[in-house]
C-alpha cells in the first residue's frame, strides 16, 4: 500500500518505523528540507506529523484534493477550525486523528472491568501527565500533552462535558505555561485533569475510581491495578490485596493506532477517532481556555 508521510520529525520518524510492519510504503514529504503538501504526486492516503499550528490549512487542503487524512493530535487548534475541516470532508472519504490511547491495548480491557462491575459505579477519573519537556512558544501542554488524556476521559465517561475550573502556571517565565490543570464533569462522572512540561516526577497515570474500588492504569509501566474498598469504623480500607495487571502486547499502542487506520483505509471503514472525536475533545479545550 502506498501513503505519503508528510514530515519527518520526531514523531513522524516513528509512525515511518512502524509503517513499515504494516506493509505501508510511505513516501516522505520532510519539511525541514523545503518540501511542502504540493509535492504529493497522487491521491494516495497522507499521514500529517507536522506542527499544530500547521494542521488545519493542510488537512482541508489535502481533503479538497481527494485524500484520506491521518491527523497526529490533536487535529486543530480550535473546534472552530475542526467543523471547518469537516466542511471540507468528502462523505466517502476517510479522516483520522492520533488519539493514541483510544487504541491501547489496555484501554479494552479497562473498559471490560468496569462494565463487569469490577469497581461498582464510575464516579470519578484523575488523570496525569507530568514529566520535564520540550519548551515550546507556539502551542502549550493543555494542547500538547492534555489531549491524550481528554480523549481517554472520554472513552469513560462519554462526551456530555463540562468544564467547571482551569487553572495554569508559569514556573519558568516560558512564553507559554509550564502546567494546566481542570477538572470538569461529563454525565454522572467527574474528572480532572493535570499536565505539565516541567515536573520532577515523571507520572502518566489514569486513575478511576468507582463506589467499590479503583483501577490505576500506569501507561509507563504498562500495568493495571485493581483495588477494592470499603468502609469500615469510619474509613475507606482495602478489603484484599490489589490485583496487578501487566502485559506483553502482541502489539505496541503505536502499532495498534497505524493498524487501525491501514485496516480502515483498506476496509473503507469510519476510524473509531474520526472528527466527532477530534470535536468532542477540541471543545474541552475551548472550554478550559475560556477559564484560564
Given amino acids: 500500500m502506498n501513503m505519503w508521510l508528510v514530515g519527518a520529525g520526531y514523531w513522524g520518524s516513528k509512525l515511518l518505523d512502524n509503517l513499515k510492519k504494516f506493509n505501508v510504503d510511505a513516501q516522505v514529504i520532510d519539511i525541514r528540507n523545503g518540501q511542502t503538501i504540493d509535492d504529493i504526486t497522487d491521491t494516495s492516503p497522507v499521514m500529517l506529523a507536522t506542527p499544530l499550528w500547521q494542521h488545519h490549512e493542510q488537512t482541508c487542503a489535502l481533503l479538497k484534493r481527494g485524500h484520506d487524512v491521518y491527523v497526529e493530535k490533536p487535529m486543530a487548534e480550535t473546534a472552530e477550525q475542526i467543523n471547518d475541516i469537516g466542511r471540507c470532508l468528502g462523505t466517502s472519504q476517510l479522516l483520522m486523528v492520533g488519539h493514541l490511547f483510544v487504541h491501547h491495548p489496555q484501554m479494552n480491557f479497562i473498559k471490560n472491568l468496569i462494565s463487569d462491575g469490577a469497581i461498582g459505579k464510575l464516579t470519578h477519573i484523575t488523570s496525569q501527565r507530568l514529566n520535564w519537556g520540550i519548551y515550546q512558544t507556539k502551542t502549550d501542554p493543555l494542547l500538547s500533552l492534555a489531549t491524550h488524556d481528554?480523549?481517554?476521559?472520554?472513552?469513560?465517561?462519554?462526551?456530555?462535558?463540562?468544564?467547571?475550573?482551569?487553572?495554569?502556571?508559569?514556573?519558568?517565565?516560558?512564553?507559554?505555561?509550564?502546567?494546566?490543570?481542570?477538572?470538569?464533569?461529563?454525565?454522572?462522572?467527574?474528572?480532572?485533569?493535570?499536565?505539565?512540561?516541567?515536573?520532577?516526577?515523571r507520572t502518566r497515570k489514569t486513575i478511576l475510581i468507582g463506589t467499590q474500588g479503583q483501577i490505576v492504569w500506569d501507561q509507563d509501566a504498562n500495568t493495571v491495578l485493581l483495588a477494592k474498598n470499603l468502609i469500615q469504623n469510619n474509613r475507606a480500607v482495602a478489603d484484599a490485596a490489589p490485583e496487578m495487571f501487566d502485559y506483553n502486547f502482541e502489539l505496541t499502542p503505536l502499532e495498534s493506532e497505524l493498524k487501525h487506520w491501514v485496516d480502515c483505509v483498506i476496509s473503507r471503514s469510519q476510524p473509531t477517532t474520526n472528527i466527532d472525536s477530534a470535536k468532542s475533545v477540541a471543545k474541552v479545550i475551548d472550554q478550559v481556555k475560556q477559564l484560564l
Fill in 150 to 201: 481528554i480523549s481517554i476521559v472520554l472513552e469513560f465517561a462519554g462526551n456530555n462535558t463540562q468544564i467547571n475550573q482551569a487553572k495554569g502556571w508559569n514556573y519558568s517565565n516560558n512564553v507559554q505555561q509550564d502546567r494546566v490543570w481542570f477538572s470538569g464533569t461529563s454525565d454522572t462522572v467527574s474528572f480532572d485533569i493535570d499536565v505539565s512540561w516541567h515536573w520532577p516526577i
